[in-house]
Nanobody, 115 residues
Framework: QVQLVESGGGSVQAGGSLRLSCRVS????????INWYRQAPGKEREVVSG???????TYADSVKGRFTFSQDDAKNTVYLQMNSLKPEDTGKYYC?????????WGQGTQVAVSS
């Protein structure tokens, strides 16, 4: 059974940092794609960063140079290091993977950045 559990959200001031974690169970993260999404209040969910099955990491333009995707294969966990946070980074952050013909989402972790 595939499960994704996010953690690490919180409230910070602009310029601060947070590290989000997404612990995966039910399959091995290595060699499979997984993405970080976020949803701000009143807005659609958008992809922030992710890794594909080839190991290529991508970032949304809005977070390039500030966010870093990483993964720990031994812990079957992916991370999103978020630096230089801005108020517009506020939202609920989710990890998502596509396996066995469907998308699996975690429950999300809330990030609030104040100015």
């Amino acid at each position: 059974q595939v499960q994704l559990v996010e953690s690490g959200g919180g409230s910070v001031q602009a310029g601060g940092s947070l590290r989000l974690s997404c612990r995966v169970s039910g399959f091995t993260v290595l060699n499979y794609g997984i993405n970080w999404y976020r949803q701000a209040p009143g807005k659609e969910r958008e992809v922030v960063s992710g890794i594909d099955s080839s190991g290529i990491i991508t970032y949304a333009d809005s977070v390039k140079g500030r966010f870093t995707f990483s993964q720990d294969d031994a812990k079957n966990t992916v991370y999103l290091q978020m630096n230089s946070l801005k108020p517009e980074d506020t939202g609920k952050y989710y990890c998502m993977t596509h396996r066995y013909g469907r998308n699996y989402w975690g429950q999300g972790t809330q990030v609030a950045v104040s100015s």
